[in-house]
């Protein structure tokens, strides 16, 4: 099973990057996105569960960041749109096969990680 991110960046504050997350070796009815940002922990940034109809987003992507997937691709993706500084981080995707709802958002119920892709929003 492998997850492949890419689609990271230079932007400047304001502007958009969709992020690309290749699923390989199997499906998932879920998975997310995590960031880190250096000094700071790996957070939560959005994730989809059990099918598109249910996605979920931290407060501070909420309404400028939309996750999806294309099952037929075998792919998701993550369009962030009005980018600030404070979103500069190494984005992961992340996907696991026994998630539960109120586990979404919590890094270390993820089986399965990708390599990262660097985002960097200039201000």
């Given at each position: 099973?492998?997850?492949?991110?890419?689609?990271?960046?230079?932007?400047?504050?304001?502007?958009?990057?969709?992020?690309?997350?290749?699923?390989?070796?199997?499906?998932?009815?879920?998975?997310?996105w995590?960031?880190?940002?250096?000094?700071?922990?790996?957070?939560?940034?959005?994730?989809?569960?059990?099918?598109?109809?249910?996605?979920?987003?931290?407060?501070s992507?909420?309404?400028?960041?939309?996750?999806?997937?294309?099952?037929a691709?075998?792919?998701?993706?993550?369009?962030?749109?009005?980018?600030?500084?404070?979103?500069?981080?190494?984005?992961?995707?992340?996907?696991?096969?026994?998630?539960?709802?109120?586990s979404?958002?919590?890094?270390?119920?993820?089986?399965?990680?990708?390599?990262?892709?660097?985002?960097?929003?200039?201000?």
């Open positions: 099973v492998q997850l492949q991110a890419s689609g990271g960046g230079l932007v400047q504050a304001g502007g958009s990057l969709r992020l690309s997350c290749a699923f390989s070796g199997r499906s998932f009815s879920s998975y997310a995590f960031r880190q940002a250096p000094g700071k922990e790996r957070e939560f940034v959005a994730a989809i569960f059990r099918s598109n109809s249910n996605t979920y987003y931290a407060d992507v909420k309404g400028r960041f939309t996750i999806s997937r294309d099952n691709k075998n792919t998701g993706y993550l369009q962030m749109n009005n980018l600030k500084p404070e979103d500069t981080a190494v984005y992961y995707c992340a996907a696991g096969g026994g998630l539960i709802l109120s979404i958002r919590l890094h270390d119920k993820y089986d399965y990680w990708g390599q990262g892709t660097q985002v960097t929003v200039s201000s």
